[in-house]
């Protein structure tokens, strides 16, 4: 086989996991019985012993990349915390505006959506079916955060009515699953994006156009509208990543140009152009994010690290072909999404420790350096931990579900329901009772929470009827 179609045979093998979930491990025979017992619907992938390699024929980068992509997210946030001012603790973000040139090298979001983009349009394309491609991406996407949005609610839904400073807690914990709703946005719409790829260049530019419309009447007329690039940005790059396996077929040389020039035109945007210059949100400065929402910026630098990506392909596929190499690798992107959700309380926990010691060096000090490297690395022991404990329990249900009885129940409007729900979990957090608003429409901690459960329970109950894949 040439290189070019083992390539494409990889990308066909990783469509059947779950994103940041590699396959390729044992399954206990019991559990494949029960699901298979459900018939006629298809059984739902479930996540693979962390350590264990993958097969060979399975496309081992893009299991990295999207570990990488997490991963610097996760010791970001490790790092970001900050007492040195009083108060409670805060974030470099907040207090340090002149750090703002780190966020070109932690942003990194972008990687995961063009990496996702690729298994997700090998998926749909392999199945062609709605029913059956909607339910596994969003089964497998949706569980993990549900097991997380239902601990933390349980547990402090019924605490804020005694401790009502128990709602900015739940907001914290819930503030960052904004990424797994928006991803379950792009994954939902892939057998409707997907029939755009023919036309790249045309639908990606007009796509972009789109992007820097509602920037301008962001700016100039209405800033609630910017709100809409949340969709469209994260959206563009993940329909960017479809045309992946094509950009590799260029010579690395050009990659790297492209590449160039794409970084260029993300800083002419910022330095001189009318665009802030940080690619995260921060507090401290007075110009616009261009992070939330996302601006023309963040689609650009995407598109620099897409063809970026593209040029470095070929190495980072010998090099992950050495098992030794990628066991720990696979290992972190056994967890990938779990270690995301879970690192959020354990960075709470680790700055409310510092807090509460009256811990305020200054970032100059060796003291600071000292406690955020020790807490970067109880952050990711309690986060790897905890996302084990979670993970057995979100394949528990996945398999429950899976059990239970067929039903009649329309999968695609149900599927719109995950990205909606998971949007509204992150507005209303997991300690309000009826005080939030999303999308003018009053709601609570309770209400998402039964929203995205319901969705769930109706994917994994909805009976398919598969037919033969296009082509």
């Known amino acids: 086989m040439s290189g070019a179609g083992a390539s494409m045979e990889r990308v066909r093998e990783h469509d059947d996991a779950p994103d940041g979930v590699p396959s390729g491990a044992h399954q206990d025979?019991?559990?494949?019985?029960?699901?298979?017992?459900?018939?006629?619907?298809?059984?739902?992938?479930?996540?693979?012993?962390?350590?264990?390699a993958p097969p060979r024929d399975?496309?081992?980068?893009?299991?990295?990349?999207?570990?990488?992509?997490?991963?610097?997210?996760?010791?970001?946030?490790?790092?970001?915390?900050?007492?040195?001012?009083?108060?409670?603790?805060?974030?470099?973000?907040?207090?340090?505006?002149?750090?703002?040139?780190?966020?070109?090298?932690?942003?990194?979001?972008?990687?995961?959506?063009?990496?996702?983009?690729?298994?997700?349009?090998?998926?749909?394309?392999?199945?062609?079916?709605?029913?059956?491609?909607?339910r596994r991406r969003l089964l497998n996407l949706g569980a993990p955060v549900f097991v997380y949005a239902a601990f933390w609610t349980t547990l402090f839904l019924p605490a804020v009515l005694v401790i009502p400073e128990a709602e900015l807690a739940g907001h914290f914990l819930a503030q960052l699953t904004w990424f797994m709703g928006v991803y379950a946005a792009a994954v939902?719409?892939?057998?409707?994006?997907?029939?755009?790829?023919?036309?790249?260049?045309?639908?990606?530019g007009v796509w972009l156009l789109v992007i820097l419309a509602v920037d301008v009447v962001r700016f100039t007329a209405v800033p609630a509208l910017g709100w809409l690039n949340i969709v469209l940005v994260w959206g563009w790059i993940h329909q960017l990543g479809f045309h992946l396996p094509a950009l590799r077929r260029l010579h690395?040389?050009?990659?790297?140009?492209?590449?160039?020039?794409?970084?260029?035109?993300?800083?002419?945007?910022?330095?001189?152009g009318p665009y802030a210059s940080p690619l995260i949100t921060f507090a401290a400065d007075a110009e616009r994010s261009n992070f939330t929402p996302p601006t023309l910026v963040i689609a650009t630098y995407g598109l620099a690290q897409a063809f970026a990506l593209a040029a470095v392909y070929p190495l980072l596929d010998r090099a992950l072909r050495h098992d030794r190499l990628w066991f720990p690798v696979g290992a972190i992107a056994a967890r990938a999404v779990g270690?995301?959700?879970?690192?959020?309380?354990?960075?709470?926990?680790?700055?409310?420790?510092?807090?509460?010691?009256?811990?305020?060096?200054?970032?100059?000090?060796?003291?600071?350096w000292i406690a955020h490297f020790l807490g970067a690395a109880v952050v990711v022991t309690a986060a790897w931990f905890a996302a084990g404990v979670a993970g057995r329990a979100h394949v528990w249900l996945l398999t429950w579900g899976a059990s239970r009885p067929r039903r009649d129940i329309p999968v695609v409007p149900v599927a719109v329901l995950v990205p909606v729900a998971l949007l509204v979990s992150t507005v209303t957090g997991y300690a309000t009772w009826g005080d939030s608003v999303f999308l003018g429409v009053p709601s609570s901690s309770l209400v998402a929470l039964v929203l995205l459960a319901g969705a769930l329970w109706a994917l994994a109950v909805a009976r398919e009827t598969p037919r033969e894949a296009p082509g």
């Open 188 to 204: 939902a719409a892939v057998p409707w994006t997907s029939r755009w790829t023919s036309h790249p260049f045309l639908t990606l």
């Open 29 to 52: 025979a019991r559990d494949t019985a029960r699901r298979d017992a459900a018939a006629p619907c298809a059984p739902v992938t479930t996540p693979a012993t962390p350590g264990t």
């Open 252 to 272: 690395p040389a050009l990659l790297a140009s492209l590449a160039a020039a794409a970084f260029a035109v993300t800083v002419v945007l910022t330095v001189p």
């Open 339 to 368: 270690l995301y959700l879970w690192h959020i309380p354990a960075v709470g926990l680790v700055a409310g420790l510092a807090w509460a010691r009256d811990f305020r060096p200054a970032l100059t000090e060796p003291a600071w």
């Open 58 to 134: 399975r496309d081992r980068v893009l299991d990295a990349v999207k570990a990488f992509a997490l991963g610097v997210v996760i010791i970001g946030h490790a790092f970001a915390w900050d007492t040195a001012q009083g108060g409670a603790p805060g974030s470099l973000a907040d207090t340090r505006p002149d750090l703002a040139w780190l966020t070109w090298t932690v942003q990194v979001l972008p990687l995961f959506f063009v990496a996702g983009g690729v298994g997700n349009l090998a998926s749909w394309r392999r199945r062609g079916h709605e029913p059956t491609y909607l």
